[in-house]
């Protein structure tokens, strides 16, 4: 008799196990090593840290406090759920603050994050514009092997558990942290060194009483919105377009891409990269027959048609009831204003942070011996295709690393 299938756990009991799982983990009263977020620069350090200290014959205790029921979550979202994990051409340039990035990453950028997860045992794929993935396709794959790599190299995973402040001591720091589940108490622990490696607003929360200088965050490659409204029958309308971002008669940026117009506004990775510079009242000039050539244009005029080269419901919302000439030329215009961040399109990172005077090329604070930062915690950012993960990576490393060097 053919062997049953195994039940699919609902969402519900996915939860419960996990919450059970965190639950069990035991978190110490000293650590050697603390990292706070436990998403791709986090579990970096924290291998770093743990295998470092372990080939210095310190097998010492590296701890990871995640908010989330799990660590790397944020990885899963990553690439479309495919993770574009890096990118061939990881020039510094790519780069907020490029001059810090390659002080920080060294000459050897992509050689070390690829060897990096070569030792983890991922194979990958590169793919149009130099993007790497995991040859799975499935982002689940990068996170994985971190997993079963932070575990092999015995690193406590404290999911459920969110910092809520850490101070300096005569040993070192004191952490105070709380459990997401079940009661909220505080509790304490004495820690000789701490990574901040938490994207969003948690690395400002949990270092009020440190004065390190931060840059005020806002989301970064996102969608955006804009006036005029965008009309219910383009929602969810792909064409390719030029983009210029204005602002008070100046250009900003240029992109070109695809766009997705949607009824808050306008998305797509093209619209995502412009987003680290847009605010609100920027303009945004689309030519959506950049490439179309002029003897095509004409073509279309004499055959008194735009339906061979602009999509009919664009052609209408560009210049509604107008002549042929009309419509391209407004087609070739269509100007947008940002009115801020489309609020139902989460973003895929967070642009500023703690700003790069108050580290050191080996992530360590200049006024806290001991106190590293890595990935989103710090103002760097760089475009969509892969750039972001691979500074999270090498970051993560170079900050676990350091920690550990600061231990022995």
Known sequence: MAAQRKKRLSRTEKNNALLAQAAAVKVPSVADV?????????????????EALQDAGHPDTVVVFERALECGRTILATGGGRCNFANEDVRTENYRHPAFVRSVVGGKYLKEVLSFFRTCGLAWITEDEGRMYPVTREASSVRDVLLARAKKAGVILACAREIVDIQTTSQGFEVAWKETFGEETRHTLTARTVILAGGGASTSAVTHHLDLAMVSERPGLCALACLPKIPAQLDGKRTHAR???????????????????????????????????????????????????????????????????????????????????????????????????????PPQITIGGLAIENFDQNLEAHAYPGLFACGEALDIDAPCGGFNLAWAWRSGMVAGISAARHLV
Request: hydrophobic fraction near 50%; charged fraction near 15%.
């Open 34 to 50: 603390v990292v706070v977020g436990g998403g791709a620069s986090g579990l970096t350090a924290a291998i770093s840290a743990a």
């Open 243 to 345: 983009a210029h971002l204005m602002r008070d008669g100046k250009l900003l940026a240029t992109e070109c891409g695809e766009v997705l117009f949607r009824s808050f506004g306008i998305s797509g990775i093209m619209v995502f990269n412009l987003s680290r510079m847009a605010h609100s009242g920027d303009t945004i000039s689309l030519d959506l027959l950049y490439e179309v050539d002029r003897s095509a244009l004409q073509a279309a005029i004499e055959a008194q048609t735009t339906d061979g080269i602009l999509d009919s419901a664009l052609a209408e919302f560009v210049a509604p009831g107008t002549s042929i000439p009309a419509k391209i030329s407004a087609a070739q215009h269509l100007v947008l204003t940002v009115t801020g961040v489309a609020q139902s399109v």
